[in-house]
């Protein structure tokens, strides 16, 4: 029967062992860091047709043409709704201004003769569908109105770049718009090596997340 080595040869064996064991254990970790892999987002996204639709805490500036009397600045409800003078609850949420104006037409017909109603959004908020929002490792983290055009570049200025111990090259982002699905951005490429070509564009609705870094 063979007998373990004693002494010295024993402990020479184990370190060696050990010494074969360990970049066999980091390799694992550095694996499990890694994570599931994402398709890179695509840099441009073309000419994307978009029309800003009106979202709760908007603010909107009624004008009724020849009616000073009605016009004036109200905020969309949390509900969703507004309510100006002649008209009690009228649904704005989700609509364009053009859209809120014929609706505002319809409902004071019956008073007055004609009228001609102009939207003007004034503070912009949008639907809670449309909005882009940052979480994870940004200096500030924020929920941000969409606008045509964004890219990640403009939203990490609003969020105020990275925190130390952010992983910006695993960062993600969650696209509702195609469903669900999450591409890859590289977001350190961008900020500290000033890499140009890591700038991606974003669409409503979509969630930047920033992981922290394991190192």
Known sequence: MLQEPQ?????LQRRVRLGHLIPF????VLAACAGPQYAPAPASLGDVDYN???????VVNVIVWRNPE?????????DGKITTPLID???ALGKTPSELERDMEKALVKYIRDPVVTIVVTNFVGPTSEQVRVIGEAAKPQI??????MTVLDVMIQAGGL?????GNAARIFRVADGGKIYSVRLRDLIKGGDITANVAMRPGDILIIPQSWF
């Open 52 to 58: 800003y639709h009106i979202g709760p805490s908007d």
């Open 70 to 78: 009605l016009s004036m600045s109200v905020p969309v409800r949390p």
């Open 7 to 11: 002494g010295r040869d024993a402990g």
């Open 25 to 28: 254990l980091f390799s694992l």
């Open 89 to 91: 609850d009228l649904p």
């Open 163 to 167: 925190t130390d111990f952010a992983d």
């Open 144 to 149: 941000l109105p969409f606008r045509k055009d």
